[in-house]
């Protein structure tokens, strides 16, 4: 069986991941020892992130001609992939508090919403709240308003059933 062939499901396997994701982010996991590669892996996989690491010729192959294509000049060295459908800023959050205990971690880049950032927006990135968190405070925001509203009417209410 030639070479080709034996790597042709590996990139059919990162196209597939790939298909559908809101981001990926690239990192650099050298030095990390083995129990916090375990912790990042777990939190991440809890969080609903594939990380994965995979040949970087292979990941170079299954990004050609796709929105991720950007990163290519990144695939250097050890490199690892996070990768979201659902949540585009998960795995740079999720990485990023990982950096805050775990010194070795690095960001590379990745693609966010298909467009491509350094590792400095990256860490931008991560400082945005979830979905849903913003979603709260929006409603909270609408809500606070109508609340307050009800309260005063409320004391006006007792007010005049006391005067009364």
Same mark, same amino acid.
């Given at each position: ?31 990390? /020892?083995?129990?916090? =590669?375990?912790?990042?892996? %777990?939190?991440?996989?809890? *969080? !609903? @992130?594939? #990380? ?46 990982? /950096?805050?205990?775990? =010194?070795?971690?690095?960001? %590379?880049?990745?693609?966010? *919403? !298909? @467009?491509? #950032? ?47």
């Amino acid at each position: 069986m030639a070479k080709v062939e034996l790597k042709q499901p590996v990139i059919d396997e990162i196209s597939l991941l790939l298909d559908g994701a809101q981001a990926m982010v690239l990192v650099d996991y050298r030095g990390l /020892t083995v129990e916090e =590669d375990t912790t990042l892996r %777990k939190s991440l996989r809890e *969080a !609903g @992130v594939t #990380y994965k690491v995979f040949k970087n010729t292979l990941v170079n192959r299954a990004i050609e001609g796709t929105e991720f294509a950007a990163v290519a000049e990144l695939l250097s060295g050890p490199t690892a992939i996070a990768i979201s459908k659902d949540d585009a800023t998960v795995p740079a959050r999720v990485l990023y508090e990982a /950096t805050k205990t775990m =010194d070795k971690l690095e960001f %590379k880049g990745g693609v966010v *919403a !298909g @467009v491509f #950032y350094d590792e400095k927006m990256i860490k931008v990135i991560a400082t945005i709240p979830s979905r849903e968190v913003l979603l709260g405070k929006l409603l909270g925001s609408i809500q606070s308003p109508i609340t307050n509203f009800a309260r005063v009417i409320k004391q006006i209410a007792d007010n005049s059933e006391s005067v009364a």
